[in-house]
């Protein structure tokens, strides 16, 4: 018997705003939206201008799921994660 696979909870920004994630009918009340590893990777080498962008790409994701009947719950300090609920 197989068991079914839980759906995941971290999502990446890139991936909700380029239409890839589609979380009608989500299960859970609770995700994580981070950035991917190498827009990570690309912000420890860009410093100040690098981190704004990886914040600015977190928080289009974030408005982006607002419209859809998301909430934000909180930014962590570093601007590498952000967490929602649906509501």
Known sequence: MT???RP????IADDILAGRVRLDGY????III?????RALG???GGRT???QMLDMILSAVEFLEERGWTLVTVD????VAIMRKL
Do not use: I
Request: no cysteine; charged share 10%; aromatic share 16%.
């Open 43 to 45: 912000t420890a080498f």
């Open 50 to 52: 690098g981190a704004n």
């Open 77 to 80: 300090q570093g601007g590498t």
């Open 27 to 30: 299960p859970f009340r609770y």
């Open 8 to 11: 995941p909870r971290l999502f």
């Open 3 to 5: 068991v079914p696979q």
């Open 34 to 38: 981070g950035s991917s590893p190498t």
